[in-house]
Nanobody, 117 residues
């Protein structure tokens, strides 16, 4: 499994970023996928998930209405559009298949998102 996250950066509060996740080594289209984040000193948390066909999405309450998850199965890619960013969104963001999230070796490097106030 190889998961490569990109698109992070430094942004001011209220700004937007779009994260991308390129997946290989898995049959992407049959896997429900998720975006996770880990802030310093905190456990990794699931912030958004999407079913294999993209028909159903779920969000953590903290990001609902601000973040949008989507996927492109033809290109084995997933996205996270993040709007109205807040300083508390600062974290390293990771993507993973929901079914693989318990495997330590399945995680990529993540992409750092820093939101300044």
């Amino acid at each position: 499994v190889q998961l490569v996250e990109s698109g992070g950066g430094l942004v001011q509060a209220g700004g937007s970023l779009r994260l991308s996740c390129a997946a290989s080594g898995i049959t992407f289209s049959i896997n429900a996928m998720g975006w996770y984040r880990q802030a310093p000193g905190k456990q990794r948390e699931l912030v958004a998930s999407i079913t294999r066909g993209g028909g159903t999405t779920t969000y953590a309450d903290s990001v609902k209405g601000r973040f949008t998850i989507s996927r492109d199965n033809a290109n084995n890619t997933m996205y996270l559009q993040m709007n109205s960013l807040k300083p508390e969104d600062t974290a390293v963001y990771y993507c993973n298949a929901i079914s693989l999230a318990h495997l330590l070796g399945s995680w990529g490097q993540g992409t750092q998102v820093t939101v300044s106030s």
